[in-house]
């Protein structure tokens, strides 16, 4: 793992609500520069909200969210601009321009976040395409003619379009099969070691949590239960954290885990 830094996300006191439904209640977490934290926990939880929130998406009721020591909240579009140049987003279901190939997809945030067009354009796109480990013909491929798990890796493309310092992924494993699964728990890691990235991960995949995930957060009824290493958590005497960890799933994906190390 590289050197872990100060904050660079901190969230203090957070509420969040629909109506009369309690989404978060006095949510405290924070992700250190060079880590790679995921958030986990039942659906419903409110683990993609909490992401949509911290990238100005949505707002929630009260609280305090700063990326990069800035407060997001109440940010205009216009005044969030500067800050999501500096993070890249990988949502669930990939969010790719259909009618657009790969290469397009990803100069399109080239083009219209830094004035980058053209054959140039081409060619950053080319070099983001192969840093996720897809082949060169994949380019000019649109997303209708890749695999589930080639779609995954032209996502990641496209949120690493402006060089982020700060990289979001969304369920990044889910609806893969598992040897798709494996190939991008290590992606996020040499990701994550060569570009010197911070990665916010959401994820329910327990095999990437053990072999990618420096530290956990763990959310539960609006609620955090708990933030630690994956190692320090299967052990602990919370019911519903031991559960999650500790089930029969979770005990393969430990064992599996400690195999490949």
Avoid at 29 to 51: D, H, M, N, P
Avoid at 126 to 132: D, E, G, Y
Avoid at 177 to 198: F, H, K, M, N, Y
Avoid at 233 to 247: C, I, K, N, Q, T
Wanted: net charge negative; hydrophobic share 45%.
């Amino acid at each position: 793992m590289n050197g872990i830094g100060p904050a660079v996300i901190e969230i203090e006191r957070l509420n969040t609500r629909f109506g009369a439904a309690v989404v978060h209640e006095d949510v405290n977490l924070a992700v250190r520069r060079g880590e790679i934290f995921a958030l986990v926990g039942a659906s419903g939880c409110g683990k993609s909200t909490l992401l949509r929130e911290i990238i100005a998406l949505q707002a929630p009721v009260s609280g305090s969210i700063r990326v990069f020591g800035r407060e997001v909240i109440g940010l205009s579009d216009q005044a969030a601009l500067p800050l999501r140049r500096r993070w890249g987003v990988m949502f669930e279901r990939g969010a790719l321009f259909s009618s657009l190939t790969v290469a397009e997809n990803v100069g399109m945030v080239l083009d219209e976040h830094a004035g980058v067009s053209g054959a140039l354009a081409a060619e950053l796109a080319a070099v983001k395409i192969a840093l996720t480990g897809l082949p060169p013909d994949a380019g000019p491929k649109y997303p209708s003619e890749l695999s589930g798990g080639m779609r995954k890796r032209a996502a990641l493309a496209r949120a690493l379009a402006l060089d982020p310092e700060l990289l979001f992924l969304d369920e990044p494993t889910a609806g893969l099969d598992p040897l798709s699964a494996v190939g991008i728990d290590e992606l996020v890691r040499q990701l994550r070691d060569a570009l010197g990235l911070t990665i916010m991960m959401v994820t329910h995949d327990l095999d990437l949590l053990w072999r990618a995930a420096d530290r956990v957060g763990v959310l539960h009824e609006g609620r955090v239960l708990g933030v630690d290493t994956m190692e320090d958590l299967s052990r602990s005497d919370h019911p519903l954290v031991r559960e999650y960890f500790y089930g029969p799933r979770g005990r393969a994906a430990r064992e599996q885990a400690w195999k490949q190390r």
